[in-house]
């Protein structure tokens, strides 16, 4: 496949100043020590929007993802496990990692697949994970968080600043819990693609 779910997550070189009127700035967090400790671990992806064609498309046929940050052979670098399931088949990518430039809150993907580099984004909810991406001059913003079960706080957070960027709710693509794939790359549940929005837990 073309993408990789962080990949498909990441992509950025800075914070769009333009914004409507009636929206808050997106404000990125602080890339610290603290902060990197906190997104180390296991992370489900949940939704998200693109302007990018290519991305748009890879969404679509995203039916489930998740994936792994551990600490990486250097001083800020993470390395990334990916599972992932596109229509009806599940990838395992264990050779992506992430490095992290502090000076810029920026985190940039490097893998087989496609680089891409996106912000963290200051979230309501420690069990959220929002990245603002670029590719190219398109832009896009998804949602991760610790458990596929969302509360109806935490997609409203990211619909909000989705719609900041000026998506509307048809351009969000969502992933189905029940699509999950086993990291040793059992099939599993079968599922079609959806743009359906999750059950909030």
Same mark, same amino acid.
């Given at each position: 496949?073309?993408?990789?779910?962080?990949?498909?997550?990441?992509?950025?070189?800075?914070?769009?100043?333009?914004?409507?009127?009636?929206?808050?700035?997106?404000?990125? %967090?602080? $890339?610290? +020590? /603290?902060?990197?400790?906190?997104?180390? !671990? @296991?992370?489900?992806?949940?939704?998200?929007?693109? &302007?990018?064609?290519?991305?748009?498309?890879?969404? %679509?046929? $995203?039916? +489930? /993802?998740?994936?792994?940050?551990?600490? !990486? @052979?250097?001083?800020?670098?993470?390395?990334?496990? &990916?599972?992932?399931?596109?229509?009806?088949?599940?990838?395992?990518?264990?050779?992506?990692?992430?490095?992290?430039?502090?000076?810029?809150?920026?985190?940039?993907?490097?893998?087989?697949?496609?680089?891409?580099?996106?912000?963290?984004?200051?979230?309501?909810?420690?069990?959220?994970?929002?990245?603002?991406?670029?590719?190219?001059?398109?832009?896009?913003?998804?949602?991760?968080?610790?458990?596929?079960?969302?509360?109806?706080?935490?997609?409203?957070?990211?619909?909000?600043?989705?719609?900041?960027?000026?998506?509307?709710?048809?351009?969000?693509?969502?992933?189905?819990?029940?699509?999950?794939?086993?990291?040793?790359?059992?099939?599993?549940?079968?599922?079609?693609?959806?743009?359906?929005?999750?059950?909030?837990?």
């Amino acid at each position: 496949m073309a993408l990789a779910c962080v990949a498909l997550l990441l992509g950025l070189a800075h914070l769009l100043n333009a914004k409507p009127l009636d929206c808050e700035p997106l404000v990125p %967090e602080t $890339l610290d +020590n /603290a902060t990197i400790s906190k997104v180390l !671990g @296991k992370w489900f992806y949940i939704a998200g929007a693109s &302007q990018y064609k290519p991305h748009q498309k890879e969404m %679509e046929a $995203l039916k +489930n /993802a998740y994936y792994f940050f551990y600490p !990486g @052979k250097h001083e800020d670098e993470l390395q990334v496990t &990916q599972v992932m399931r596109f229509n009806e088949t599940c990838i395992v990518d264990k050779d992506s990692y992430i490095t992290i430039d502090r000076s810029n809150s920026t985190m940039t993907m490097k893998g087989p697949h496609e680089d891409g580099t996106a912000q963290l984004l200051k979230s309501n909810f420690e069990d959220s994970l929002i990245m603002y991406h670029i590719q190219n001059t398109e832009q896009g913003i998804s949602l991760s968080a610790r458990s596929q079960n969302v509360s109806k706080e935490q997609l409203e957070e990211v619909k909000a600043q989705a719609a900041c960027l000026g998506f509307t709710k048809d351009d969000m693509y969502y992933t189905i819990a029940e699509a999950i794939c086993p990291l040793e790359g059992d099939d599993g549940d079968k599922k079609h693609p959806s743009k359906e929005e999750p059950t909030a837990g």
